[in-house]
């Protein structure tokens, strides 16, 4: 077993799926503003960075030298529709990709996990790092999601309330 947390990594979908368990569509695609990111593409632009965080860790394991791509996550999101997409399907993709990478980081030794690269703000990264900071990032937008269904429910609340309001006046 390497030095990392693979479980807390692979936990990640769980945690995913129970923030989102019990949404009905128009929750996941509700957006507070049409410039903040609603669920399904809060969910769209974790699967994204497991993309991009999969191919760092591959470049560096591979010794190109290559600077660390970004990756600009709001194009990103709204290039590929992800409002269009469905929950379930980018969390199934999620987690398929979460398996395979685990494998990886299993086979991984601890020479492997201090290899590094340069990231796009010129900064040396270490694997053992872009792993742990994946697994922190996902917090940051479990948290996100949270306070979008607050909004979302808060929302709800005050149409609820508006309406008897109106109702007593007529």
């Known amino acids: 077993m390497s030095g990392i947390d693979i479980q ?7 945690l995913l799926t129970r923030a989102i368990a019990g949404l009905g569509e128009e929750q996941l695609k509700w957006k507070e503003t049409p410039a903040k990111w609603n669920v399904t593409e809060v ?5 994204d960075h497991n993309i991009v965080v999969s191919f760092r ?12 791509p970004a ?13 269009d997409s469905n929950a379930t399907d980018i969390l199934d993709a999620y987690w398929a990709l979460l398996t395979y990478n685990a494998q990886l980081f299993g086979r991984l030794s601890e020479p492997d996990l201090e290899k ?28 996100q999601i949270e306070r979008i269904k607050n909004a979302y429910a808060n929302r709800e609340a005050n149409v609820s309330a508006e309406s008897v309001v109106q109702g007593g006046i007529e």
């Open 71 to 83: 990756f600009n996550q709001d194009r990103w999101v709204e290039g590929q529709r992800a409002n």
């Open 116 to 143: 590094g690269g340069i990231n796009f703000k010129g900064e040396f990264v270490k694997v053992r790092d872009i792993i742990g900071g994946f697994t922190k990032h996902v917090q940051t937008h479990l948290a």
């Open 57 to 68: 860790i591959r470049d560096i394991l591979a010794d190109t030298k290559a600077q660390l």
């Open 8 to 14: 807390s990594y692979l936990d990640s979908h769980l």
């Open 43 to 47: 969910l769209a632009h974790l699967a």
